[in-house]
């Protein structure tokens, strides 16, 4: 740099000489000048471009020093969320308030239609016009994935406060690692569709709805590009409730198929078998079940499930016990059929609607049903149909509300009802 500034210094001093000497020289050195004065507009626009070149670039790095250049445009910088382990984390979930107005029903929050006071109680007259509020369903949930050799190890922790008998506890959702085709933890069983139930606001769902979340292991595959297969073992997770007197020493056994077409229409298939033990006697509860989702245009699709299960209570909900005790202590199957349906219409980019039914019906000829006859907790047939509009105003908004109608019947003819509206406003981050 400095040997280039002294060559233009030299050819500006000897440009100056010239142009001071005798007019007798001009003629003669005319040329000469003529030649200098270009070598100096060529050095300079070399040099002007040299120092323009050498200038550091202004950048948010260094805001104190001054720049004479227009600024550069800088790309934002978005860090990702990540564990000191290295996982990455995506988190995930919704603010969400309910509220319910009960005509006829059981006195909770949500859905409860095999326990709704019988007609003719003292329940049915005190159970009426009730207004309930809670946001209990609010979740959240974490998303991680790590890289290692044998592949990226993914997981999820979801949580929220719907659970105990009074549905305002803190409780875990979904808690599993994935590495591969495996996954362990608990997560949906393998058994039931949610993906398949009509779109309901009542967190709890209606007649035919399945949320069982089990601890399991599950491995998974493809048989071809449109068809996979599930394979589980799973804790069978009994109540005393639905398994009075159980002693659970095998998983359950569960299998899963799924088809997906090309029009976007998908189908599954699920079946089970599980072990019911006491200490006098022990059967063999199994259950099928068939689902899917069929397209009638981009805009309209129908759902369907339906399940027929024997010596089982848990997988869905609002049936009856997996099994009753006789009075020799021997174990006597419930056995019922369970189909639930709907058609969802999305209207435009912020409104659509689900129109669904759910129905139950429990075999009423076998023993189970003669030993709980006289019990007002045990059905044989239910029904509920509802209808809703779901709004979204805003991306993260969901504004909703649904009206719902139901009737229980027991083994021994008695009745009841359920009709509520329901109301939800949830907020997506």
Known sequence: MKNF????????????????????????????????????????????????????????????????????????????????????????????????????????????????????????????DRLHTTVSVTRFGLNFKTPSALGDVGGKLEMDFFGGSSRDQFRIRHAYLTLDKWLIGQTWSTFIAPEYYPETIDAATYVGGALQRSPLVRYSNKLSENTSFALAVEDPKYTATSDPDNEMRLPAFVGRVNHKFDNGSMLSGRSFVAEKKTSNDNEWAWGVGLGGKYQLNPNTFLKADYYHVKGDGRFLMWTNSGYAIDDKNNIQTNEFDSISTGITHQFNSQLRSTLGYGYMKAKDNNDFARIQKDNPNQNKELWQGWINAMYNPYKPITLGMEYVYGERETFDGRSGTDNRINMMASYDF
């Open 5 to 128: 500034i002294l060559t233009v210094q030299k050819s500006v001093l000897a440009l100056s000489v010239v142009t001071v000497m005798s007019p007798t020289y001009a003629a003669s050195e005319s040329a000469e000048i003529e030649q200098l004065r270009q070598e100096v507009k060529e050095l300079r626009a070399m040099l002007q471009q040299y120092v323009q070149q050498s200038t550091p670039v202004q950048t948010a790095a260094a805001p104190s020093t001054p720049s004479t250049t227009m600024p550069q445009t800088v790309q934002p910088f978005t860090p990702k969320l990540s564990t000191k382990s290295g996982a990455e984390v995506n988190l995930y979930g919704y603010i969400r308030a309910d509220a319910s107005y009960q005509a006829q029903g059981a006195s909770s929050m949500y859905n409860n239609i095999s326990g709704v006071p019988l007609e003719g109680t003292p329940e049915e007259s005190q159970q009426k």
